[in-house]
């Protein structure tokens, strides 16, 4: 993992050298490490000096009468869904920023120990910057991953990448796994559109468009986030025209995963308003149908990835207003 301990000398550095994966810290433990007295951290979600480069988010997965209202986090493998504070938002400034290396531990229940789950690297954020409104912030967790056998959540390889059957029954699922990367993703995101095309019958999801040159296949749920399974399930999949696989791939859209109709952000700016309305994108558009095990999928988008900004430089505005100026070159 290349963060900021990897950069520079300091706190994030100590930290990176001193915590041990897996094993259970107590705040005693932390503040003796960030070398402050125990009552400056406690009763505290996040943890940081003044000045410095890290910040500790302390998560507990299971909420009791104690918690405060609207915490959601939840913790899948390596992948973990964080509600930031209510009230203090400096660790959502520092995620945007990127200047702290963010440091996970997590104990399941209150009063029990926390254990140490490594650096966090925030893949999409949720950032609600309205006292009384937690931010959602989900993170990936390299370090955790690297020491675990998350089978299902690595790279299939390309002998083991199998033919779906044209019932979408049961999926074969290689147990084998590795980690060459490139040989391997073409080869099962090859075999994942040619089911995904025949799934929609060679058509857009959306438009109809059947000139299948012109459509991607875009998995609902990341392929980061899926298991083997899920990344070459042709019911995780819409086949979409370029447009629209851009918007719902960045979370700005997403569909009912009911009645297929299109979900559009509540809150629009003038211009992005405007370009919807020119690349003739409004509130009547929905999913030509919505098959058996594609509403699953749509339900995790709808909570886990749209509205959600990936971890990038680029405005929803941006992504809009670039998809007209391409439909219009």
Same mark, same amino acid.
């Given at each position: %993992?290349?963060?900021?301990?990897?950069?520079?000398?300091?706190?994030?550095?100590?930290?990176?050298?001193?915590? $041990?994966?897996?094993?259970?810290?107590?705040? %005693?433990?932390?503040?003796?490490?960030?070398?402050?007295?125990?009552?400056?951290?406690?009763?505290?979600?996040?943890?940081? !000096?003044?000045?410095? /480069?890290?910040?500790?988010?302390?998560? &507990?997965?299971?909420?009791?009468?104690?918690?405060?209202?609207?915490?959601?986090?939840?913790? /899948? @493998?390596?992948?973990?869904? =964080?509600?930031?504070?209510?009230?203090?938002?400096?660790?959502?400034?520092?995620?945007?920023?990127?200047?702290?290396?963010?440091?996970?531990?997590?104990?399941?229940?209150?009063?029990?120990?926390?254990?140490?789950?490594?650096?966090?690297?925030?893949?999409? %954020?949720?950032?609600? =910057?309205?006292?009384?409104?937690?931010?959602?912030?989900?993170? /990936?967790?390299?370090?955790?991953?690297?020491?675990?056998?998350?089978?299902?959540?690595?790279?299939?390889?390309?002998?083991?990448?199998?033919?779906?059957?044209?019932?979408?029954?049961?999926?074969?699922?290689?147990?084998?796994?590795?980690?060459?990367?490139?040989?391997?993703? !073409?080869?099962?995101?090859?075999?994942?559109?040619?089911?995904?095309?025949? *799934?929609?019958?060679?058509?857009?999801?959306? &438009? @109809?468009?059947?000139?299948?040159? =012109?459509?991607?296949? +875009?998995?609902?749920?990341?392929?980061?986030?899926?298991?083997?399974?899920?990344?070459?399930?042709?019911?995780? +999949?819409?086949?979409?025209?370029?447009?629209?696989?851009?918007?719902?791939?960045? @979370?700005?859209?997403?569909?009912?995963?009911?009645?297929?109709?299109?979900?559009?952000?509540?809150?629009?700016?003038?211009? %992005?308003?405007?370009?919807?309305?020119?690349?003739?994108?409004?509130? &009547?558009?929905?999913?030509?149908?919505?098959?058996?095990?594609?509403?699953? *999928?749509?339900?995790?988008?709808?909570?886990?990835?749209?509205? *959600?900004?990936?971890?990038?430089?680029?405005?929803?505005?941006? $992504?809009?207003?670039?998809?007209? $100026?391409?439909?219009?070159?």
């Amino acid at each position: %993992m290349n963060g900021v301990a990897e950069k520079q000398d300091g706190y994030a550095r100590k930290l990176r050298d001193a915590l $041990i994966l897996g094993e259970s810290y107590t705040l %005693m433990d932390l503040a003796k490490l960030m070398d402050c007295d125990v009552t400056a951290i406690s009763r505290k979600g996040v943890l940081t !000096r003044r000045n410095s /480069d890290f910040q500790i988010l302390l998560v &507990t997965l299971e909420k009791d009468t104690y918690s405060v209202q609207n915490y959601e986090d939840h913790l /899948d @493998g390596s992948l973990l869904v =964080w509600s930031g504070q209510n009230s203090q938002k400096a660790a959502e400034k520092k995620l945007q920023d990127g200047t702290h290396d963010t440091f996970v531990l997590i104990q399941k229940a209150r009063k029990q120990p926390y254990i140490y789950y490594g650096r966090a690297v925030p893949l999409r %954020m949720q950032i609600n =910057w309205e006292p009384g409104k937690p931010s959602h912030v989900i993170f /990936d967790l390299p370090e955790w991953a690297a020491i675990h056998s998350f089978a299902e959540k690595k790279i299939i390889t390309s002998d083991e990448v199998q033919t779906v059957s044209p019932s979408y029954g049961k999926i074969v699922v290689p147990e084998k796994t590795e980690s060459k990367l490139l040989m391997n993703v !073409r080869t099962a995101q090859t075999q994942y559109r040619k089911d995904v095309i025949s *799934f929609w019958h060679s058509q857009c999801a959306v &438009t @109809g468009v059947d000139d299948t040159d =012109w459509l991607i296949a +875009s998995h609902i749920k990341p392929w980061r986030e899926s298991t083997n399974e899920e990344r070459v399930d042709p019911r995780n +999949s819409l086949l979409l025209t370029p447009n629209f696989d851009k918007l719902f791939d960045r @979370g700005i859209i997403s569909f009912s995963p009911k009645t297929g109709n299109i979900i559009l952000p509540e809150q629009q700016s003038k211009q %992005m308003w405007s370009n919807f309305n020119r690349l003739h994108i409004d509130d &009547t558009i929905k999913l030509r149908e919505v098959p058996d095990g594609v509403g699953d *999928f749509l339900s995790y988008h709808n909570q886990y990835v749209y509205n *959600f900004k990936p971890n990038d430089s680029l405005s929803d505005d941006d $992504i809009v207003e670039s998809l007209l $100026i391409k439909s219009l070159a």
